[in-house]
Structure formats: C-alpha cells, structure tokens
C-alpha cells in the first residue's frame, strides 16, 4: 500500500479519473498523479502525422482533430489527466485581433495593441465564437468518462496582454511595460477585458466538461514582485475566483516565479504550478500548504539517460514526501525532439513510487 494514503478506504474509491482532481483539492490518493505541460506537440510521430494535413489552428478549430490529439497523446502516455488541445492566443481573434504561428516563430499578431484607441476596439461579445474549444472537450469527455481528468485551460491576463501588446514573444516586454507603466489606464482596461472573456471562455470548457482549469501565466516571470503586485496580480485573482465559483479547482502556472510564489498563491488558486529552478519542497513551503503544487522536473531531464531521469523523479516525489496535494508534471513544456519512450518512464516511475523504498535510496 502507498504510503500517500491516510485511510485505506480511499484505495477503494478512488478512481482513475478522480486521483486527479482529488490531488488539485488536497484530499489523499491512492498515488501521485502525473500528466505532462505540452503533452500533445511535435515530439510525438501521431500529432506530426496530423500536422502534416492541417495547421495548427485548423487542429484546433476543427473538434474532431482536437479530441483526436487529445486523447492519443494522453492514452499513448497512460496519464492521469488530458489537456485539451487548443492554443493560449485562440481568443485573441474574436477580440478583434487576428494572428498566425509562423514556422519556427513562434505566434505573431498582425496589428499588437498600443494605444488608449487599440484597448477600446478591443470586442468582449463574441467569445461565444470559442465553442469550438467546448465542442472538443465534450468529444474527449465522452471519450474518457470517469477514467481520467480533462483539464481546459486558458492564459493568464497578463501574459496574454503581453502577447497583444508585443505582437508576439518577446524578450524584455519593453512595449507591455511601457503601457503598464506609462498609460496604467489603458493597461487595467485592457486586463479588465480579457478577464471579461477569459472567464466566459472557462465557463464554456467548464460547461462542455473540464473537471480543472488550468491558467498559463507563461511569462509572468518577467515581472518583479512589485511590479506583478501592483501590476497584473489583481486581475488574475478576479480571473481565478470567477473560474471557481463555477464548481471546478484551479491551477495557476508560470516560469521563472520563485520570488512571485506567495503573491501568485494569494490569487486563491487550488495548485500552483512550480518550475524546476527551486527544489519542489522550497516552492511548495513558498507557496504554503493550504495550495497543492504541481511539477517540477526540468523538461530537457527528459533527454538524460534513464539513471539521471530516475534520481531526478525520485528526488522531486520525495521532495514532495507523500503530502497530499502534489502533481508530478514537469516545470514547463515538452520541447520537440524530446523521446517518447522517456516520457513513458517517468510516468512508470512515478506510478511504482513508493515513499519507503526512496527513504531507503
Ligand atoms: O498537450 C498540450 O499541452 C497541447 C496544447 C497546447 C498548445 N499550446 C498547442 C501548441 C497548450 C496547453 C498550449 C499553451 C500555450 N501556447 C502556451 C502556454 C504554455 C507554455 O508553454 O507556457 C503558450 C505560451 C502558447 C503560445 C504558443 N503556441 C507558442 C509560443 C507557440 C510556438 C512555440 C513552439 O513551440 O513552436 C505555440 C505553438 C503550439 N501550440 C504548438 C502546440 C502543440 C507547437 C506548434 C505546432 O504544432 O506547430
């Protein structure tokens, strides 16, 4: 029996689709749930295949070839949860803001958001336009059932109001920082617009069937702790408790956040995504333990021989120390190239953890 369970009771009842869920609310599993950041993409021979005969957003506006990535990546892993396949900017269209992923370029928007008259053209009334993302989640819910846990998702205000404005990546956000600073006006209106359709965007995925929403606060890492104060945490506090006030958890990611922690948990969010650059426990006594914490291993660990992929597992589930509340996933996305068969393994190694044998080495 795994020691992460206080009654052994719940071995029983806990299913396959809920040790998911009941991680994100604290309560005792039977054994730590694991899924993947981008565990759908091009790493995988399947979702190449799929691309070869449509674009990204065709994959995601087309319900069929979504649920289809979907649940292939999540089925060929053997994961406790599946995130539907959709993109972060996909809402940025019917806010008025067409965009295209360029090769190797990542996304860029054709007219970024700059002016106080950029902010009001913005529109909040057609987001109904995203129910193509619905429509996929409601395929792979009927796909898994009770078997696993469908996560919908959507970006962070400011990291999408970092999209707008830049056009696309970015390195120093000097055209975000700028607004945010200079024109701080413009800037809460543009965040208050976003929350206005990111909520009814979650509301639709909550709706179609999501049992946990995540929200990718991807490049908050870009701010200083004065600066996400003061700046951009407001507003993913309103985003994150309207997602909740719809019956499902929370879980609130972002990269580079060791100083931002304790301000991104007082978002309220059920679990806060961890990247790899502090050990989990530190992140999590951070954090506090009244959230739940997901990852955190270095994406590119995946690329290590076995023996190093193992230790760093390991060291991150002890970390962890059979605390109820914790999610093995990696600190940020998989990257193309990584290999199937060692995303396979970890899920195997953390599935057939168990805390004494790791205490004993
Ligand atoms: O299983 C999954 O997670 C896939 C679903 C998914 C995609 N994008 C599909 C996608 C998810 C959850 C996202 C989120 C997303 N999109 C984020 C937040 C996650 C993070 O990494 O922090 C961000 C920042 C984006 C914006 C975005 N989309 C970028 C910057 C890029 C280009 C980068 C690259 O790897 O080329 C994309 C393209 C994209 N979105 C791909 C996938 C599978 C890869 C490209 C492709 O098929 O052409």
């Known amino acids: 029996m795994e020691t992460t369970n206080e009654n052994p009771a719940v071995v029983e009842t806990v299913l396959d689709g809920s040790r998911f869920v009941r991680a994100c609310l604290r309560r005792p599993v039977d054994r730590t749930p694991v899924w993947f950041l981008r565990q759908a993409g091009r790493y995988m021979q399947e979702y190449r295949d799929v691309r070869k005969h449509h674009t990204l957003v065709e994959i995601c506006m087309q319900p069929e070839l979504a649920a289809e990535v979907t649940i292939t990546a999540a089925e060929k892993l053997g994961v406790d949860a599946a995130i539907i396949f959709a993109d972060l900017l996909l809402p940025l269209a019917p806010m008025g803001l067409p965009f295209e992923f360029q090769a190797g370029e990542g996304p860029v928007v054709h007219h970024p958001v700059r002016t106080a008259e950029d902010v009001r053209a913005l529109r909040t009334d057609r987001t109904d336009e995203l ?14 059932r009770d078997r696993l846990g469908i996560i919908g ?3 962070a205000p400011y990291t999408l109001a970092s999209y707008m404005i830049e056009g696309g990546g970015s390195r120093n956000y000097i055209n975000t920082k700028r607004m945010m600073y200079g024109d701080t006006t413009s800037w809460r209106g543009l965040l208050d617009k976003l929350v206005v359709v990111l909520t009814e965007y979650c509301l639709l995925q909550v709706q179609a069937g999501a049992d946990v929403i995540q929200i990718f606060d991807s490049w908050v890492g870009s701010l200083g702790l004065a600066d996400y104060r003061d700046y951009a945490l407001e507003a993913s506090k309103r985003l994150v408790q309207a997602v909740q006030k719809m019956g499902v958890p929370v879980i609130y990611f972002g990269v580079e956040t060791a100083g931002l922690l304790s301000a991104m948990a007082s ?9 790899w650059r502090q050990p989990l426990n530190e992140g999590w006594r951070t954090v506090g333990y009244g959230h739940a914490v997901q990852g955190n291993l270095d994406p590119i ?18 970390a962890a120390g059979g605390r109820p509340g914790h999610i093995f996933n990696l600190g940020h996305g998989i990257v193309p190239g ?3 068969e060692n995303v396979q393994a970890v899920v195997r190694m953390v599935r057939e953890f168990r805390l004494e044998e790791a205490a004993r080495g």
Not at 267 to 275: E, K, S
Not at 303 to 315: D, H, N, Q
């Open 131 to 144: 129910a193509y993302v619905a429509r996929a989640i409601e395929k792979v819910a009927a796909h898994f």
């Open 267 to 275: 978002t309220g969010a059920d679990v806060i995504g961890l990247d």
């Open 338 to 340: 990584t290999p199937v």
């Open 301 to 318: 660990t995946l690329f290590a021989p076995l023996e190093v992929l193992e230790l760093r597992v390991k060291e991150i589930l002890r």
């Open 153 to 155: 998702f959507c970006g």
